[in-house]
């Protein structure tokens, strides 16, 4: 199809409040001027982040008829990103929709916790399940919590040094994904930020960010979705994940100013024309 713009298929939970999953990923991707197609994994009222018991509908059986439809229309997807999973059996649907668009770039951020705990519901039959499909993807983004479990090591939350870095980042890329994020490092020489590997090239790089004190929920899914845009704009991986810190660091200094309750996430509202802007970001070093 001439002249097509960049499609992607988001495969994530809808919360409805608390700025997190496919709120914040849908205004992210379509302001950067890529098409995106959600694909609900579930409905949940709110995040499960501290807003006591959620009305959840889980949509496991959703999965495969939407496929299919898409099979029938011949759709092409240009990327399949996945995100947040509610049920184990979600891990072959995702697969499925690999397989039917082997084109596609493959990325997978594996959303199971944060801060050194699995969010609630995650089984280990379900970390299982999420690194078997990190295995099979191009991209991987794991917060520092998600990288160790998908070593199957402790999650640790201490500094780290840069050999330990380059370690952890090679190791993940053994797994199966050429290109690997990692994201909320710091490191032994004091600097805070996201971290990436890029196995064709055998390249580490560093992108670094203010530290403020206080944690909002949906930013890993804002950093994914804005590497992801990035990487289909044509943005190196270094590019994609600079450009990722960038609009992170700016959106969460921006909701601290306002001293908003954290569990409402970040005031994305605010923030969301910088990503028209398309600066060339330039942030990153190598690691
Ligand atoms: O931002 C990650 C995320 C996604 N989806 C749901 C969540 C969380 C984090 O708490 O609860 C439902």
């Given at each position: ?73 011949g ?11 509610s ?29 050194g ?25 794991p ?43 710091t ?9 990436c ?89 190598s690691?």
């Amino acid at each position: 199809m001439a002249n097509r713009h960049p499609r992607v298929a988001a495969i994530h939970d809808l919360s409805g409040f608390g700025r997190c999953s496919l709120s914040v990923i849908l205004p992210v991707i379509s302001v950067m001027g890529i098409q995106v197609c959600p694909i609900p994994t579930a409905v949940l009222s709110t995040h499960t982040g501290g807003f006591g018991e959620v009305a959840l509908r889980d949509l496991t059986g959703y999965m495969e008829p939407c496929l299919e439809h898409y099979r029938r229309l011949g759709l092409e997807m240009d990327c399949i990103y996945t995100g947040y999973l509610s049920s184990v059996e979600q891990v072959d649907h995702c697969l499925a929709f690999f397989d039917a668009f082997p084109q596609a770039l493959k990325v997978v951020d594996p959303v199971m916790g944060d801060h050194g705990k699995l969010y609630r519901s995650f089984t280990p039959r379900m970390t299982q399940g999420i690194a078997s499909l990190a295995a099979r993807a191009d991209v991987i983004t794991p917060n520092l919590t998600e990288a160790m479990i998908l070593l199957g090591e402790e999650p640790a939350l201490g500094e780290i040094t840069t050999a330990q870095a380059r370690s952890l980042l090679a190791r993940l890329s053994k797994l199966g994904p050429a290109r690997v994020v990692i994201t909320g490092v710091t490191l032994a020489t004091g600097e805070y930020g996201n971290l990436c590997y890029d196995r064709e090239h055998s390249s580490y790089w560093k992108s670094s960010t203010e530290y403020l004190p206080v944690r909002y929920p949906g930013t890993g899914d804002i950093f994914a979705a804005v590497l992801t845009a990035g990487l289909l704009q044509g943005d190196s991986l270094p590019m994609a994940m600079d450009r990722a810190t960038r609009y992170v660091e700016l959106t969460i200094k921006t909701t601290y100013g306002y001293s908003t309750d954290p569990r409402e996430g970040v005031l994305l509202e605010q923030t969301l024309p910088w990503l028209t802007r398309r600066e060339v970001p330039k942030g990153y070093l190598s690691l």
